[in-house]
């Protein structure tokens, strides 16, 4: 078995974009990675692309005009968690010795299709009777405050966090810092998730080149790369959306690193409403299940706290082109490892994760977890 | 290293289906080769799952209400090709000691989409300019017939080849044998391709379980798979569409099974449009460049000659739902080299190959050519 590794990351800027061609967007994270691991097109031996509502060969066009053609290229799709699947398969194939030098590329070009919430398939009945996205997220949040004793505020805390940490973050696409009052004030999408509470719709591409680990090298290291599907609302659970889902695939991930929750200096998880980045981070272990909103009362979770959470921004600031997203918390947590991440650096971070959850646009079944354990060794 | 096998397959019926739910499709597919492979849920290790135009997450509410819960569910695209990737990385998986029981499943309701000719995306310039699909066949169809002075009737031959051999096919979209005179007389689609000559619509699914061979099971080897990627239409080249791309795939498909294209007993291959086939047995080195209606002239691809191609009526008969394209050869040459083929049996096959060409929709670039060898030994 061979330790795989993270040589270079790079990204576009997230946003609205409807001057760019995807290409434009590819273009752009992969010369970056590949710059930055000192790898050329002739040197790849694979890649993978994971997108979601991409054209069919949405990258390889771009690929081809890259002069990377002939390798294998295989996109995935497993909803929003399509770039961390991108990455789980090339560290796979590292890990394997299958391939050496593996793109892992996430591509979204939402507003090419969308101007608003995203239209439920003909054949999702879940979908067709409102049960979208935030409909569901917005019912754990009701279910979780009725649980825990949270209040609206609380939960918007998580966005004034989040849009605080963007600031820093010159490719995000929101960069306003919010108090929690004017994020209780901004539109009500699904009560009791307001409009900066809610992830917005972008366009973006990010990019990581995986191979094996070599001592001395300033990269990063895959420690391990968990892949689990599941449910997105479980009517058998207790628990409210995903808990189970990320849990399990938490475990099994903290258990090949060898590592726990504690040992964390940084971490990027997905807040693609409020509720879930609190739930997320009590499914991951940093706080007991019910007091998650204490991460962020006692600034725990605050850059400047001992284990920031979504410093990038997250999904509610940096954007959320949903085949990009997996990819761009795996940049961010390789430049906070690698003492890059400039205005929002954690000083002194070795040990990240990344944690992506797919909930399907396909109503409630359909899920994905995937987590990665990154550290920077030596 | 492992030698992978087939366990089992399974497809459900194909044609236009637009009563029936995705997952209905896929229940059938997988029920039957889950069966086949006495394979139960909780035993399947990872599942990979080839569409197109599938929905976010198609399979995985399917595979749910199956109790295939849990495992990674990685969903694959590749345009055409796309099953025949799922069936690869399923191949690699169990090669590579990753796992030892992988189903791959191939989905695509078409009908849901497309009520004609497929829609090229805003951005694709070529597609909007009137380069789908069937104008490059046809392009590449007159630049073969001016090349080797091949006529009319003799692309037609194809036709009335596969849909000769979708006669004994239960599940194929459609059975009805057609002389090359009511070929050439159907409808014009895209000069000199008339209706008869290019694949319809259809839906369907396709399904493989993959594991470790064992010796004496009744069982079919994967002893080679290759995927590539590369261009459409390589302007660059003397050649008609996709060639090289497929001869380099089946260069390196034959090298790592040990044999040549003499050896194989049946094949299925893209015959999306009469004219694919024809360049694609060259390709594969059934024929020499230019020589391929030869093939179909002396009867030697037709069943009851010594290599049948596309047994199963082909792309052009048995349909062509996108993503479980490639898992329906799959399962036609399973069905072949264990002797289950019924009406359209080769008598002793032992050697077959699957070819999958994946043609971008967004149209020039964007293209994967997968090629397996399988066998039945001892």
């Known amino acids: ?40 097109a002739g040197e790849l031996d694979a890649v993978y692309v994971g997108t979601v509502f991409g054209a069919p060969g949405v990258a390889q066009r771009a690929l081809h ?43 979204e070009k939402m507003t090419d299709q969308f101007a608003g919430a995203i239209h439920p398939e003909s054949t999702d009945i879940e979908g ?24 609206d505020a609380e939960l918007a805390m998580v966005a004034e ?50 191979g094996p680990h070599e001592p001395g090298a300033r990269e990063v ?3 391990s790369s968990v892949l689990r599907s599941g449910q ?26 060898g590592i726990g929750p504690a040992d964390l200096d940084v971490v990027e998880c997905h807040d693609a409403f409020t509720i879930g980045e609190i739930v997320t981070t009590e499914a991951l272990g940093l706080a007991p299940e019910g007091e998650g909103v204490g991460l962020l009362r006692d600034r725990h979770t605050h850059l400047g706290g001992p284990q920031p959470v979504n410093p990038s921004g997250g999904l509610l600031s940096r954007g ?35 944690e992506t959850m797919g909930g399907g646009v396909a109503g409630v079944d359909g899920n994905a977890c995937a987590i990665a354990v990154l550290e920077r060794l030596g």
């Open 1 to 40: 078995m061979t330790v795989p590794a993270i040589k270079g990351v790079g990204t576009s800027l997230f946003g609205k974009q409807p001057d760019l061609h995807p290409s434009e967007l590819v273009w752009r994270a992969v010369d970056e990675a590949m710059t930055r691991a000192g790898v050329t």
């Open 65 to 107: 005009a890259m002069g990377i053609v002939g390798v294998p290229v295989i996109t995935v799709e497993n909803a929003c968690a399509s770039g961390t699947t991108a990455l789980h398969e090339a560290s796979e194939a590292v890990r394997l010795d299958r391939w050496a030098c593996v793109l892992a590329v996430g591509i």
């Open 128 to 151: 067709r009777s409102g049960l979208a996205l935030p409909s569901l997220y917005a019912m754990a949040a009701t279910r979780y405050q009725h649980a825990f004793g949270v209040t």
């Open 161 to 210: 966090k989040n849009h605080g940490h963007a600031r820093h973050n010159d490719r995000a696409q929101h960069r306003t810092p919010h108090t929690v009052e004017e994020i209780l004030a901004s539109r009500m999408i699904a009560d009791p998730l307001t409009l900066l509470q809610c992830c917005p719709i972008a366009d973006g591409a990010a990019a990581a080149i995986v």
């Open 221 to 223: 290291v895959i420690r």
């Open 232 to 257: 997105l609302w479980d009517h058998r659970s207790e628990h409210v959306w995903g808990f189970e889902l990320i849990r399990d695939t938490a475990r099994r991930a903290f258990e090949a690193a």
């Open 320 to 354: 959320h082109p949903l085949g990009a997203t997996g990819l761009a918390q795996v940049a961010e947590v390789v430049w906070q490892l690698l003492g890059e991440a400039g205005g929002r650096q954690h000083p002194g971070a070795t040990l990240g994760l990344v």
